[in-house]
Structure formats: structure tokens, C-alpha cells
């Protein structure tokens, strides 16, 4: 049998099918697409789930796949042996009501035993318990001997997700050889053991669970299979696991040479060298489909990875920064079946940069964190660090728990688990609480879900601000019906639009859709599964009913304002790049007719002098008046433009590119100006940041920064009036009375110091002895916190060495202020924990350092109280 690579088994998979008739799709992005069901895609069939549902018609009713999957139920378990992997890739073929099982099984037989050339003899499949129909497929036109053939039950061999569209399985497993095996004589296909690996699962979705487990065939019955690539490359090039074929070998190489160590050597070793081949290819493909790190969802999984990687890194010894050159090796092993990792690799490299050097300070810091929890433990006794705190250990600092571990036994510590456990339960319960209801595509439940998959409406709003349709469906937020009245809210569906629907940060247009007797004003349009466009709003006059031809006419003021915006983004985009670089990708946007929102990939605030600049581009190709050109091409046409495509978004075959001149060329979808003179002029108003990575840009253009500087102009001449002046003299006139303002304040506090001085009249007569400190404590009515500070400094003066403390009554309110000096300090005075003492006296808290403190409380009735107590408290001081 030749030992075909990774990439050769792929694309011989591919063409396989091809020539099956089978449409070869590309793999989709590993975030799931209107499923709210799932985190990450995480097998083949997972974004096909509209075609298997009849949500969505599929582009042909045979499809192949290649699919990207992460799964994370098992991160933990990644490495400690070489079963465990997050990364994989899914080899599958589908059938929407087309083939069968006859069909699905003896390609299944083909492509194993005749393009691949596995022996024919090691093959053995296995079937649902009751599938007969399966059984004589591959006992009678295959030729398999039954005693090669398993019947399995319903755990192994039938495949259901609730209710919804189910069927039983068959599965084929392959012999690897004794060398695998557990050595019992009694081993065979479902031993625990590594001899007989499964390869290939059929499913037969040929029936309908009503929820309560029964049964009934459905009309369309589909086909689902999958084969994961890495297993079978384990068993065409005869290696022990994942690890070992071509490219994850290669990879694992790499890390090996960077810490020094063989592969084999070393149990330990061994766990962090797998770790880290296999989560560096998990995020170097999850950064590529425009997942960033962050602290939930997706993204915290991706941060979690590139953490858990790092901490390996520092148990191999490995020094410095080293996960962007494996990233390299993950791009140079896979570009071929994924090319657009080659087109993001320098995005990738500084996401992953970035990262890595963040998780090197937190981890340092999460470090300082346990060796002050161990002084704590020490101190008391405690040999088990609680599990709350091991959690925050974890939560904040990204510390994972057999780390934590680790760092205690060596010092005979140990960590409560369990608590650690219920800390982590209580986290998923809430996570689990907050999702939202959702149906079996994992989308929210909606009244569209009863609509005919087969309805879809054309846009025409390129062309039409205004357009002649027949309405096919209505709908209430509960129900479709026949009508909408006056009064009513609801959404119209018609065959042909000029609405463009909220899509690519561009929000939906306004209008009305009118009949002869009937108006309802669109608030909203929105696309939904099939190519829909749902236009949301409300009936005015009359009646509209399913079957009436309107016209729908687009706000054409709106949609020209939007566009403005719209098209200053692609021109902003284009700038950041030039002024920060070509790491720069659009991570999100919103345009609508006041303003514009640009979300984009980069590591710093800009400075002032960036934003000018940025700012002074765009509005010089808007002076230089660049024509908008728009064209569909095959996308790998519009690629050998240059055409900048959107971060993480799957585009068909045909795509739209948007020229701007020769300075911005883009794929995208929007409405857009007809040349960039129009948008007039453009004015950024703030830049910040969104996320770890991500910044964002407001900016306005057109009547939105006409609208903007009127009302600027309007609050200018309002702040003239005010200080009886005119708009030019302004900054003369507040520089003025800033300065008369200075020496007012002066005067003031001055002012306010002898009055604090005459209420506090002659003290020192009230001064006391306590243990040979002397003690000033007395009561001030009126005289606020900083007055009372001056007060303390100058009764210090006077009374030499001592403690003094102060307490004022101000409009209900309670200042307390004490202060020690360095003899009273030596001999145990602490002005901080004398006022902590006594706040609670007046009903408030407070504290500070050993010579100066204070405190606010609310009850000036425990004045009296306050100052007896401090006698009292310094006694306990004073050694």
C-alpha cells in the first residue's frame, strides 16, 4: 500500500466524489453560521445542517466536503496521550434525497480498497442492530463474509440529536495488526485497544424522531457520512497516532528542536510536545476564520489554547517567544488544502504574538499570586489551597489547575478539587442560564421557521430605488397570515426587492411598500436562511394580503446618506493600512445615514499624528473624485486583483468587487456612492478599543458632519453668550477668567483657613497625656477636610511631638482626620488604625498611613464618642 501524505489524501478524496458528481464545496469557517447551537463547527455535516433540515436549498443535491472541526469536550485530556486532539479534518460526502445506502456503501468500498488500496481483508463494517437493508448491501453486493460483519445497538450504530431527522449507522473499521492490539485472544472490532480503528461512518438519515421516540420514515431520505483525514493518513502511512503522520510530525519536529528533547524519550516531555503541536494548529486555523482571543465564547477557547500551549512551552525549557514560528509549520504544512491561511499569516502571527507576550507577564504575575496564597496557607497551618481560589487562579490568570497542582505537591501542598469543581460548575450553570432558547438548527425560534424553504426573493436594489413585486408571504411576530391591516406589525415577503437588507456592518434601507389602497412604512429588512428578505414594519392605511403586486420604494435620501458612509470605509480602510500597516483587517462595521463605525485589527491607540493622517488621505481621494466601479467576477479572478476580502467570511464562486479608482479595490455586497466626491468630506470623532486586538473608528461624512458642525457652532455662540463674548474672542475671554478664577480660589481657601482657625479657637489647653504621648483630640464644627489638614499640620507645630485628632460637623456630615509624628510613631502610634478604630463611631470607615489618616461618616451625633475612643485606642497603641 503507498504511504500517501496528508494533502495527496485530501484532494484524491475530493475527486473521488467529483467524479461521483458530487459538487466540492470548500470548508466552511470554523464559526458556525445562524446556529447558536455550537460554540465551533465540529464535524462535517454541522454547516450543512439548512440543506439537511430543508431550510435552505443546497446548490447541488450531492456534495463533498473537506471540513475544518475543532471540538473542545476533552481539552484537558490533549496530551496525556495520543488519542486526544482539538484540531481535525473531516472528510465527507452528502446526499440531499438523492442516494441512498447502496450508493453511499459501495463508494465507501471503492474509495478504500481501489483508490487508496487498503486491504480488503482488514475492513470490517458494522451496522445498526436491525438495518437488514445495510447488512445485505455489504454481505451480498460487496462480498464481505458475516462473520466480518458487527451488528451494534443503538449507542454505537444510530445516530439522533432529539427530535428531528435520524437513522442508523455503518461504520468501517480497519485491522491495523497485532502490534496495535491489547494481545487478549478474545480482541476484535470494539476492543478499547488501538487494532481496529473505525474509518469511515454512514449515516442513513431515513427517519423522523417526533421527540418522544417515535418513528416515521421521511419522504427525503439523506446521506451523511464522515471520515476523519488524520485517521486515515495514521493508516495508509502505518503509524501509532496523529501525531506521527507527515505534517503533525513535522510539526512536532519543529517543537522538539526548539526545546532540545526527543519525541519518545519522556513521558512528560512527550505530553507538552503533543499539547503544543496540536493547539497551535487549533488557533493558527481559528485566528484565520477571524476568531480573536477574549475572556467568553469562542474566543475564550482560542485563548485558552494559545495559554495552555505557552505554559508548555515553559515546562519544555523553551526560551522566549516561540509559538509564531510553529504557526509558520502549521501554514506550510496545510496552505496547500487551505490557502487562506497563507493570505492571513501575518495577522495570524501578530495575534498570536500579541498573546503570547501578555500570557508571559500574567503568568508571572498568576505565579507571584500562588507563592503569596502558599505564605497565607504557611501562616495558617493549611496544607490544601481552597478551590474558590484555585478557580480565581484559574479564571483571572489563566492558570490551569494542574499547574497549580504541580507548583503545590512539590512543596507537599495539595488543592481541593472538588471545590475547584464546583467553583467551574457554578461559572457553566450561569453560562447555561443565559442561552437562549434555541430550534435544532440552534438558531432562535421564530415565526420564519414556518415558511417554504423554497420561497426566496431576488434583489434588485442596485439598479432600483423602486420596484413592482407580488407579496408571497405575511407574517405576524407569531404567525403567517393571509393580510395585514392598519395598525398591524408584521413582515412582507416578495419575489423581487430594491431593499437592501442590514448585511455586511451596512444597515437595511427605510422605505414603503404601497398597493392601490394599503401603505406600510419598512422599519427594517432583514435576510434570512434560503435568501429571504423579510421588510419589518407596520400598516398605516388599508390592507395588504398575500398575492397583491405593491411598489416597494426605497428612502432614497437614506440610502444615499448610508452609502456616503458606506463607501468612506472602504476609503478609511484602505488608509489604516497605508499609515499602520498590512496587518490591518476589518473586524466589523456599521453604516447607517448619520454615521459610520469601522472595527479593525491592531494592537495600539493611535496617536494623534496617525489619525490626522488617516484622516488627510481619505479626504484627498475624496477631493480627487475617484470613480466607483463595481464588477462580478470568479473569485479567483477578483483575488489577482488584489481585492481586500471581509475577515472570516465565505464568499461564492461569483463575487462583487467595489473599485474605488486604483487606490481601494474590495469585495462587497453594499450599495455604494458613484464616485467618491460625494461623500464630500470626512471627519473622524473618535478612535478606541473593542477588544484584545480590535480598535474602532467613528467618523461622520456628508449632511451627518454638516449636522454636526451646526450643532458645534450652535454650543459655541451659546458659550459666547454666556461669557458676554463673541465666538473670536472666546479663548481670550475663558483664559481671563481662568485666571481671576486662580485667585479667587485663593483667597478662599485663605479665607477659609483663618475661619477654621478662629472655630478652633485656643486648643491646647485640651491637650492630655496617654502613656507619655501627648494627645490632642477635638471637636470643629463647619470646617471641611482639607481645612482640617492645614489645622493638623499647624497644631503640630505647636504641640511638638503627640498625636492629634480633629473632628468637624459639616451640614450633617462627619470629617475625621488624625495624624502621629515620628516620636509618637516610634513609640506605637499609628494614626491609619486609630481612625479605622473610631470610624464606625460616626457611622463611617475610613484609614491611611501610620502618620496621617481620615475618614467620612454620617452621625454627628457619635462625635463625643469618636474622640473618648482615641484615648482608648492609643492606649493599645502605645507600647
Known amino acids: 500500500m503507498q504511504k500517501y501524505g496528508v494533502n495527496e489524501l485530501r484532494r484524491m478524496f475530493l475527486e473521488f466524489f467529483e467524479s461521483k458528481e458530487h459538487l466540492a464545496m470548500k470548508s466552511f469557517s470554523l464559526v458556525p453560521h445562524n446556529d447558536k447551537s455550537l460554540l465551533l463547527i465540529n464535524s462535517g455535516m454541522a454547516p450543512l445542517k439548512?440543506?439537511?433540515?430543508?431550510?435552505?436549498?443546497?446548490?447541488?443535491?450531492?456534495?463533498?466536503?473537506?471540513?475544518?472541526?475543532?471540538?473542545?469536550?476533552?481539552?484537558?485530556?490533549?496530551?496525556?496521550?495520543?488519542?486526544?486532539?482539538?484540531?481535525?479534518?473531516?472528510?465527507?460526502?452528502?446526499?440531499?434525497?438523492?442516494?441512498?445506502?447502496?450508493?453511499?456503501?459501495?463508494?465507501?468500498?471503492?474509495?478504500?480498497?481501489?483508490?487508496?488500496?487498503?486491504?480488503?481483508?482488514?475492513?470490517?463494517?458494522?451496522?445498526?442492530?436491525?438495518?437488514?437493508?445495510?447488512?445485505?448491501?455489504?454481505?451480498?453486493?460487496?462480498?464481505?463474509?458475516?462473520?466480518?460483519?458487527?451488528?451494534?445497538?443503538?449507542?454505537?450504530?444510530?445516530?439522533?440529536?432529539?427530535?428531528?431527522?435520524?437513522?442508523?449507522?455503518?461504520?468501517?473499521?480497519?485491522?491495523?495488526?497485532?502490534?496495535?492490539?491489547?494481545?487478549?485472544?478474545?480482541?476484535?472490532?470494539g476492543c478499547e485497544c488501538d487494532r481496529y480503528m473505525e474509518i469511515w461512518n454512514n449515516v442513513f438519515t431515513q427517519f423522523d424522531n417526533d421527540g418522544n421516540n417515535n418513528y416515521t420514515e421521511l419522504e427525503q431520505k439523506n446521506i451523511d457520512t464522515g471520515m476523519g483525514l488524520e485517521r486515515l493518513a495514521c493508516i495508509v502511512q502505518d503509524v501509532d497516532s496523529m501525531f506521527d503522520i507527515d505534517t503533525l510530525k513535522s510539526l512536532r519536529d519543529h517543537v522538539c528542536r526548539l526545546a532540545g528533547v526527543e519525541y519518545g524519550n519522556d513521558d512528560a516531555h512527550d505530553v507538552s510536545i503533543r499539547v503544543i503541536t496540536d493547539h497551535i494548529r487549533s488557533v493558527t486555523f481559528m485566528i484565520s476564520d477571524g476568531i480573536m482571543p477574549s475572556n467568553e465564547g469562542r474566543g475564550y477557547v482560542l485563548r485558552r489554547l494559545l495559554r495552555r500551549a505557552c505554559r508548555h512551552g515553559r515546562l519544555l525549557n523553551i526560551p522566549g517567544e516561540f509559538l509564531v514560528e510553529l504557526a509558520q509549520?502549521?501554514?506550510?504544512?496545510?496552505?496547500?488544502?487551505?490557502?487562506?491561511?497563507?493570505?492571513?499569516?501575518?495577522?495570524?502571527?501578530?495575534?498570536?504574538?500579541?498573546?503570547?507576550?501578555?500570557?508571559?507577564?500574567?503568568?508571572?504575575?498568576?505565579?507571584?499570586?500562588?507563592?503569596?496564597?502558599?505564605?497565607?496557607?504557611?501562616?495558617?497551618?493549611?496544607?490544601?489551597?481552597?478551590?474558590?481560589?484555585?478557580?480565581?487562579?484559574?479564571?483571572?490568570?489563566?492558570?490551569?489547575?494542574?499547574?497549580?497542582?504541580?507548583?503545590?505537591?512539590?512543596?507537599?501542598?495539595?488543592?481541593?478539587?472538588?471545590?475547584?469543581?464546583?467553583?467551574?460548575?457554578?461559572?457553566?450553570?450561569?453560562?447555561?442560564?443565559?442561552?437562549?432558547?434555541?430550534?435544532?438548527?440552534?438558531?432562535?425560534?421564530?415565526?420564519?421557521?414556518?415558511?417554504?424553504?423554497?420561497?426566496?426573493?431576488e434583489f434588485v436594489g442596485y439598479e432600483n430605488l423602486a420596484y413592482d413585486s407580488k407579496v408571497t408571504v405575511l407574517t405576524t411576530d407569531a404567525e403567517l397570515v393571509d393580510a395585514l391591516s392598519d395598525g398591524e406589525r408584521g413582515t412582507i415577503f416578495v419575489e423581487k426587492t430594491p431593499f437592501y437588507a442590514t448585511s455586511g456592518g451596512q444597515e437595511a434601507d427605510k422605505g414603503v411598500i404601497r398597493t392601490a389602497d394599503g401603505e406600510f412604512v419598512v422599519e427594517d429588512v432583514v435576510k434570512l436562511l434560503g435568501g429571504k428578505f423579510g421588510h419589518i414594519g407596520h400598516v398605516t392605511k388599508g390592507m395588504i394580503k398575500v398575492g397583491d403586486t405593491v411598489t416597494l420604494e426605497v428612502d432614497k435620501d437614506n440610502r444615499?446618506?448610508?452609502?456616503?458612509?458606506?463607501?468612506?470605509?472602504?476609503?478609511?480602510?484602505?488608509?489604516?493600512?497605508?499609515?499602520?500597516?498590512?496587518?490591518?483587517?476589518?473586524?466589523?462595521?456599521?453604516?447607517?445615514?448619520?454615521?459610520?463605525?469601522?472595527?479593525?485589527?491592531?494592537?495600539?491607540?493611535?496617536?494623534?499624528?496617525?489619525?490626522?493622517?488617516?484622516?488627510?488621505?481619505?479626504?484627498?481621494?475624496?477631493?480627487?473624485?475617484?470613480?466607483?466601479?463595481?464588477?462580478?467576477?470568479?473569485?479567483?479572478?477578483?483575488?489577482?486583483?488584489?481585492?481586500?476580502?471581509?475577515?472570516?467570511?465565505?464568499?461564492?464562486?461569483?463575487?462583487?468587487?467595489?473599485?474605488?479608482?486604483?487606490?481601494?479595490?474590495?469585495?462587497?455586497?453594499?450599495?455604494?456612492?458613484?464616485?467618491t466626491g460625494d461623500i464630500m468630506a470626512f471627519k473622524i470623532l473618535s478612535e478606541t478599543g473593542v477588544a484584545a486586538g480590535v480598535r474602532r473608528i467613528e467618523a461622520l461624512t456628508a449632511k451627518g458632519l454638516m449636522n454636526y458642525y451646526e450643532d458645534l457652532e450652535m454650543k459655541l455662540h451659546e458659550a459666547a453668550k454666556l461669557l458676554k463674548a463673541t465666538p473670536d474672542h472666546l479663548t481670550e475671554k475663558v483664559t481671563h477668567l481662568l485666571g481671576e478664577n486662580k485667585a479667587l480660589k485663593s483667597e478662599v481657601e485663605s479665607l477659609k483657613s483663618k475661619l477654621a482657625k478662629d472655630a478652633m479657637g485656643d486648643v491646647m489647653d485640651q491637650v492630655t497625656e496617654v502613656k507619655g504621648v501627648k494627645l490632642l483630640a477635638t471637636k470643629l464644627e463647619g470646617v471641611d477636610m482639607n481645612g482640617l489638614r492645614d489645622l493638623g499640620d499647624q497644631l503640630k507645630d505647636k504641640l511638638g511631638e503627640g498625636v492629634i485628632l480633629l473632628a468637624s460637623v459639616n451640614e450633617e456630615k462627619v470629617s475625621l482626620m488624625a495624624m502621629a509624628t515620628p516620636g509618637a510613631m516610634e513609640k506605637g502610634a499609628h494614626a491609619g488604625n486609630l481612625i479605622k478604630a473610631i470610624a464606625g463611631c460616626v457611622g463611617g470607615g475610613g484609614g491611611g498611613r501610620p502618620n496621617m489618616a481620615q475618614a467620612g461618616g454620617k452621625n454627628p451625633d457619635g462625635v463625643e464618642a469618636a474622640i473618648a475612643k482615641a484615648r482608648e485606642v492609643l492606649e493599645g497603641q502605645i507600647a
Request: aromatic letters at 10%; glycine letters at 8%; proline letters at 4%.
Open 50 to 189: 439548512p440543506y439537511f433540515t430543508g431550510q435552505e436549498i443546497p446548490p447541488r443535491r450531492r456534495v463533498t466536503t473537506c471540513q475544518k472541526c475543532i471540538r473542545t469536550g476533552d481539552i484537558e485530556n490533549v496530551g496525556k496521550t495520543a488519542r486526544h486532539g482539538t484540531f481535525f479534518e473531516m472528510l465527507g460526502n452528502f446526499s440531499f434525497g438523492d442516494y441512498f445506502k447502496h450508493e453511499a456503501i459501495a463508494w465507501t468500498w471503492e474509495f478504500l480498497t481501489e483508490v487508496v488500496g487498503l486491504d480488503p481483508d482488514r475492513l470490517y463494517p458494522s451496522v445498526y442492530e436491525d438495518d437488514d437493508e445495510a447488512w445485505e448491501i455489504w454481505n451480498k453486493e460487496i462480498g464481505i463474509p458475516e462473520e466480518r460483519i458487527f451488528r451494534f445497538g443503538k449507542e454505537d450504530n444510530f445516530w439522533e440529536h432529539g427530535s428531528g431527522p435520524c437513522g442508523p449507522c455503518s461504520e468501517v473499521y480497519y485491522d491495523r495488526g497485532e502490534k496495535y492490539g491489547c494481545g487478549s485472544p478474545d480482541c476484535t472490532v
Open 329 to 457: 509549520t502549521v501554514i506550510d504544512g496545510s496552505k496547500d488544502g487551505y490557502p487562506e491561511l497563507e493570505e492571513k499569516k501575518e495577522f495570524i502571527f501578530k495575534v498570536i504574538a500579541k498573546e503570547e507576550d501578555q500570557f508571559n507577564k500574567t503568568i508571572d504575575q498568576g505565579l507571584s499570586i500562588l507563592s503569596e496564597l502558599e505564605t497565607e496557607m504557611a501562616k495558617k497551618g493549611e496544607t490544601v489551597l481552597s478551590g474558590d481560589k484555585a478557580f480565581k487562579l484559574y479564571d483571572t490568570y489563566g492558570f490551569p489547575l494542574d499547574l497549580t497542582k504541580e507548583i503545590l505537591e512539590e512543596k507537599g501542598l495539595a488543592v481541593d478539587e472538588e471545590g475547584f469543581k464546583a467553583s467551574m460548575e457554578v461559572q457553566r450553570k450561569t453560562a447555561r442560564e443565559a442561552r437562549e432558547v434555541t430550534n435544532y438548527m440552534g438558531a432562535d425560534v421564530t415565526v420564519y421557521e414556518s415558511i417554504d424553504p423554497s420561497v426566496t426573493t
Open 560 to 675: 444615499a446618506l448610508a452609502a456616503n458612509n458606506h463607501s468612506a470605509t472602504h476609503l478609511l480602510q484602505k488608509a489604516l493600512r497605508m499609515v499602520l500597516g498590512n496587518h490591518v483587517e476589518q473586524a466589523g462595521s456599521l453604516n447607517n445615514a448619520e454615521r459610520l463605525r469601522f472595527d479593525f485589527t491592531h494592537f495600539s491607540a493611535l496617536t494623534e499624528e496617525e489619525l490626522k493622517k488617516v484622516e488627510e488621505i481619505v479626504n484627498q481621494e475624496i477631493q480627487n473624485r475617484l470613480p466607483v466601479v463595481v464588477r462580478n467576477m470568479p473569485i479567483e479572478e477578483a483575488k489577482k486583483t488584489g481585492a481586500a476580502a471581509l475577515f472570516g467570511e465565505k464568499y461564492g464562486d461569483i463575487v462583487r468587487v467595489v473599485s474605488m479608482g486604483d487606490f481601494s479595490i474590495e469585495f462587497c455586497g453594499g450599495t455604494h456612492v458613484a464616485n
